[in-house]
């Protein structure tokens, strides 16, 4: 009885002493922020456009708001219209869309821009803002297009809604030319033709212009860029001489290019330029025909014709002086060869000799021949640019005196001797081993002038320097004397100093005055030589008048008395 007693003190004393544990779950706040982002619209038409946003993460804080916020803003306006299109409360992650019907602010405004957003108890979140994005019917933007003024452009896509709405115009600052254009009858392609006054090089923008919306994002939409290349209209000519200028045009060239654009000539490539000079396109290059075309930068052309250069006449070469002499110089007309190829490119040949020709602006050239044998001959040319023999020919005479109009003078005499004489060639005539001087040169004739030598008889040379510096002779048999001079008188008889004396004679212009041994300074006259007598003389009597070829005296007849 007293063990069961102890036993159930012990477990009160137990039960008393044990205290009751209770479980406690503690909660921790997220403090992760929430994640969204915005998306390029899924569609925006006329008609209607669809947002697109995404939820990436949601914490604890509450929704209060979600949905997208639209920003408009027109041209030259600097405040910004708030569109807010509300989904409400309930938001889970994921894509996020929202499809409205496409009121006017937004089709009306110039730029437009959107983001998605949630509003929580704790603040707003909002996303990047993006560009809304308008799309056309599946009607493709272009911009490999290559082509040239004139030319046909053929666009595929939908064109449904374009039909009656829109126009197609130029995208150009200073140009927004409308451009025609048709549909096909599917409404699946647009065609139009590339306006005629584009230049080479341009890269042209073109747009579909709304007629309905005329202002506003809407307004427009950019449906190709070109890249206009010009080409060259064939020539309508092909036959130039070699000093001509080829004018080339064709749609999209003039002076201002954007871009290079080239002109294929023979087997060189040229800049292009509106008007080329054969001279500049055939250096380097020597020929008498040449294949023309052009590289535009898309395409090479070659046309089917070749620039050929025009054929100096045969027939209409004539000789001017139709006598030469071997290896003497004299003139042609009709042909002008530094107009049909480069001269230093150019030889000339009279018979099997070599030739030269120098060209004149009056139109009579100059042709030197070689030292050929007497007979007729032709003038031939050759050169890369031509070919040339003339149907006149020249004649090969050598050089012969036939006569003499006088046999005998004094010196200073004009003396004519007759033969087959030409003007423009420096004929010499030699007296013995002395030179004459020539005074005139005609056809037929020359004159010349007996110089002061020993008198006598010499028999008469003439003859002239040829080409290469050879000299042609002809020892004629023709002969002149030279007859002394004579020194018969003179007057006044007497005078004072600073008078004027004459004195008289015959071959007398050639010689020395001599004034009592003072010599004195002719002043006019060849067979009556007038002079004065020097002023400073002082003494009086009787002088001497000689005169002196070269060493040789004459002396006058008779003295003059000075006063």
Known sequence: MKQSYILWLVSLCFLFSCKKVEKVVETIPDTNPIGIETLINDNANESTITFSGRILYLNDESIIDHGFVVECQKYYDTSIKELVYSLGSKAKTGKITHTIQTPDEILNSNSVKYYYYIKTNKGVYKGETTHLTFYWYDIDYRDDIIASPDDKITLNG???????????????????????????????????????????????????????????????????????????????????????????????????????????????????????????????????????????????????????????????????????????????????????????????????????????????????????????????????????????????????????????????????????????????VRLGNQDAELVSIQNGQIGMVIPPIAAGTYPITVGYRGSEGKEYMDKTNLNLEILAPVFSDFYPKKGKAGDQITIVGKGIYYGMIYFGGRLVWRESGEEEIKFTIPRDITYKGKIEINLLFGNKWIKGKETFELI
């Open 158 to 428: 939908n064109f449904e809604k374009v039909k009656d709405n829109y126009t197609l115009n130029i995208n150009e600052d200073n140009n927004r030319q409308e451009i025609p254009f048709t549909l096909g009858k599917d409404l699946k392609t647009l065609v139009f033709q590339l306006p005629a006054n584009l230049t080479h090089g341009s890269r042209i923008s073109f747009i579909l212009q709304n007629k309905v919306h005329p202002t506003g994002l809407y307004r427009n939409s950019l449906l190709a860029t070109v890249k206009v290349v010009g080409k060259l209209n064939e020539p309508t000519n092909y036959h130039f001489m070699y000093n001509d200028k080829i004018t080339l045009t064709g749609p999209g060239m003039g002076p201002a290019l954007k871009e290079p654009f080239y002109i294929l000539f023979g087997n060189r490539s040229f800049p292009y330029e509106p008007e080329m000079n054969l001279i500049n396109l055939t250096y380097g290059q020597p020929a008498d025909k040449y294949t023309i075309g052009y590289f535009n930068g898309k395409d090479t052309v070659i046309f089917k014709e070749k620039i050929q250069l025009k054929q100096p006449a045969p027939y209409a070469l004539y000789f001017n002086d139709t006598e030469f002499h071997p290896g003497s110089i004299g003139n042609f007309s009709g042909v002008d060869f530094s107009t049909f190829g480069r001269q230093d490119l150019t030889t000339y040949k009279v018979g099997n000799k070599n030739a030269y020709v120098s060209f004149n602006w009056t139109g009579i050239h100059k042709l030197t021949i070689g030292d050929l044998p007497e007979g007729d001959y032709a003038l031939s040319a050759s050169s890369p640019f031509f070919t040339f023999t003339s149907q006149a020919k020249l004649r090969v005479k050598k050089l012969q005196a036939t006569g003499i109009e006088q046999s005998k003078g004094y010196y200073g005499n004009l003396v004519r001797i007759n033969g087959n004489f030409r003007p423009n060639i420096p004929y010499q």
